[in-house]
């Protein structure tokens, strides 16, 4: 069934390069008019399959559209048009083309109905966050941009020759729940690929490596495509599956453990992706029905909370070109409006009552304590209190408060106050009527986030988590150190593996031609020398005793060989009467 | 123009209000915090509990404390033994 549909994702990525032609006001028109017309439609999208090509002999299903798709296309959708505003002011067109083209494969891979073409717009999402990284025209940039790059092509390939298998054994390119399959080659190829776009660890590294080094206006677009993308695809795909229980509740602490460690503002927030995403791992693992509805909100919510502090960061950075904690303090008296808007992106992360996290995070803990798993439970709960402590309270203090270093600052530019508002907005509406949101998710919800307990318990924890933190305040003053993590094995491996050749390796080499000498002085030599004299003593003396030997008979066969024909036929006679004699009387 | 002055006003109020939390004066005042949880379930009809530790007095704030200071104490030894390297580690 293909019916008239413009693909939304499809006018992102062709409309962004109307972008270029265009100057001044109607730029900036067709910027807000682009995401937004994108939002519309997928606001008025029915459930249904559009965009059917029949390719190679596949049908490849552009418009796979349920409810799952379109709420993850909604939040797309209106973050790019939140993010569009937020760089208003930037005149770069390459910035604002690459960033289209990112929301539009993002809305390419939720619509995408078989694995031809997730694997497109998968790429493309790829390549045009690298662009974005790149964008920033630092050496470091340039840097982070291409280890970017390196790791998803790894993650490019893995789901490549996943579906590939996919194919040959059920002949089938359609996108689906693939539990049926788990345990063979394709199902873990592809889970790998998604769980690097998602930025589990130990494949995550590239998060904090990459997105705090890029653009301040392309940080907020980065923050919200791949890592949901890839959240939507294991709900898709992996909804269940055991190890992401686990694997989701030790993210969300990891990320956690990081941030403590971190100075640089936009890495501290993009270790707090990880965090999240967490949770929404640990849904899908989980695999209930009020699970996958949490993992589902939470990564709506998040979206929309996330963006709104890299907005906050990315102002601080825009206005003072500072990035690092241990550079700012006392902002809060020239950026108040940012400290706001911020402090709401904040309050949300953490979950404070009436801000939407709340509503959203609560689900997949709640699904956690349904299912009886106490561990998980205390883990993720865990992970909230340091969700609080570094995004709600360690953040704002260093940067907005703390030592006043009599920095020069003022708002940034309305456009990017404006589209943080936006954010901020919606943040709260999400909180204060989760129904919004509720009447939006894959399955029916039930579940109720304002009870007596979870209030409470949630204020108590958030307290005294404020109380831990005073109390450990001078333990927290960051310092100027980078932490290892797994991006180590590219960015230093090569350096250690030089090392290893000059230190070790040289090293071992040495005594590998040491050995090899005393070998060959005392072992082989000796042996050489022990054959000579064989040769010597014992092949030569056997030679010259069988030429000595021979010479005497051929001088004894000298002395019958007389020269006489006579001798001769008398010796000839004597043989053949030997002959005649033993003839006749051997018979 | 109202709006535009009560925005301003709760700007403000907003602002002093970090400003208080940033002082950390306000620690006693978790009292109410603790005690509230403790007193509202009792106060009004309480939802159940999926776990026997959700119904220690206080739980959430003491497991806010604790969580805290376990992640900021944790986090700190493990950057001190093995993870924090100096800031030019990479560009070396």
């Not at chain 1, 807000?32 to 606001?43: D, K, M, N, S, T």
């Not at chain 1, 589209?419 to 949101?437: H, K, Q």
């Not at chain 2, 400003?19 to 939802?47: C, K, S, Y």
């Not at chain 2, 530790?53 to 959430?60: H, Q, S, T, V």
């Amino acid at each position: 069934m293909t019916r008239e549909w413009i693909h939304p994702g499809l006018l992102l990525i062709a409309g962004a390069w109307i972008l270029p032609f265009c100057k001044g006001r109607t730029k900036r028109a067709v910027m807000i008019l682009l995401p937004a017309a994108a939002l519309v439609e997928c606001v008025v999208m029915q459930p249904g399959t559009y965009g059917v090509v029949r390719l190679l002999g596949q049908e490849v299903i552009f418009g796979r559209v349920d409810r799952l798709a379109l709420v993850f296309s909604y939040v797309f959708a209106l973050v790019a048009l939140i993010g569009m505003v937020y760089s208003l002011h930037v005149n770069d067109d390459a910035q604002h083309v690459a960033a289209l083209t990112y929301a539009g494969a993002a809305l390419g891979a939720v619509f995408a109905g078989d694995f031809l073409s997730l694997f497109l717009f998968w790429e493309l999402m790829a390549l045009s966050a690298a662009i974005l990284v790149l964008l920033r025209r630092r050496p470091a940039a340039v840097a982070a941009g291409f280890r970017y790059v390196l790791v998803h092509i790894f993650g490019g390939l893995c789901l490549l020759a996943g579906i590939v298998l996919h194919w040959s054994h059920t002949g089938s390119l359609r996108f689906g729940d693939l539990s049926p399959y788990a345990g063979s080659a394709a199902f873990t190829l592809i889970l790998i690929a998604f769980l690097v776009n998602a930025a589990v660890p130990p494949l995550g590294a590239w998060l904090p490596d990459a997105y705090p080094e890029a653009t301040a206006t392309g940080a907020v677009f980065l923050t919200a495509f791949t890592t949901k993308s890839a959240v939507y695809a294991l709900i898709r795909g992996f909804a269940g599956t055991e190890i992401l229980v686990w694997w989701g509740a030790a993210m969300a602490v990891y990320g956690v453990v990081y941030a403590v460690l971190e100075n640089d503002a936009r890495r501290l927030l993009a270790y707090h992706i990880i965090s999240q995403v967490g949770y929404m791992i640990c849904g899908v693992g989980l695999g209930t029905e009020l699970a996958l509805n949490g993992a589902t909100a939470h990564a709506f919510a998040h979206i929309l909370y996330k963006a709104l502090l890299f907005m906050g960061a990315g102002a601080v950075l825009q206005v003072t070109g500072l990035r690092k904690l241990s550079d700012m303090g006392g902002l809060y008296k020239m950026m108040p409006r940012t400290l706001s808007l911020y402090m709401v992106g904040a309050f949300a992360i953490s979950a404070v009552p009436l801000f939407s996290g709340f509503v959203t995070k609560s689900m997949v803990v709640s699904a956690a304590g349904e299912s009886h798993r106490a561990a998980i439970y205390l883990l993720l709960t865990l992970a909230s209190s340091g969700t609080f402590l570094h995004t709600g309270l360690k953040l704002p203090y260093y940067m907005f408060f703390g030592r006043d270093r009599g920095l020069r600052a003022e708002e940034p530019p309305r456009n990017m106050l404006v589209a943080m508002g936006l954010a901020a907005v919606a943040c709260v509406v999400i909180g204060v009527v989760p129904v919004v949101l509720y009447s939006q998710l894959p399955y029916r919800v039930d579940y109720i986030p304002f009870t007596v307990r979870h209030v409470t318990a949630t204020l108590g924890l958030l307290g005294f988590t404020a109380l831990g933190f005073f109390l450990l305040l001078k333990q927290l003053d960051p310092e100027p150190v980078v932490s290892l993590d797994t991006d180590w094995f590219y960015r230093r491996g090569g350096t250690a593996v030089q090392n290893f050749a000059q230190g070790a390796l040289a090293r071992l080499e040495g005594s590998v031609s040491r050995l090899s000498d005393v070998v060959m002085q005392r072992f082989v030599l000796g042996v050489g020398a022990q054959l000579r004299d064989i040769d010597l003593r014992g092949v030569d003396a056997m030679m010259v005793g069988i030429g000595r030997l021979t010479e005497e008979v051929s001088c004894d066969l000298t002395l019958a060989m007389s020269g006489h024909v006579q001798r001769y036929a008398l010796i000839m006679a004597a043989g053949i009467l030997a002959g005649v004699a033993l003839a006749v009387f051997g018979l | 123009m109202t709006f535009k002055r009560w925005f301003h006003v709760g700007l403000v109020v907003f602002i002093h209000f970090l400003q208080n939390v940033v002082t950390a004066e306000w620690a006693p005042g978790l009292v109410v915090f603790a005690v509230g949880e403790i007193a509202g379930p009792h106060l009004f009809r309480a939802d159940h509990a999926h776990f026997w530790f959700e119904d220690i007095p206080a739980w959430g704030s003491i497991y806010g404390l604790v969580s805290c200071l376990l992640i900021i104490i944790g986090s700190k030894l493990l950057g001190k033994l093995w993870l924090t390297r100096p800031e030019n580690y990479y560009d070396s």
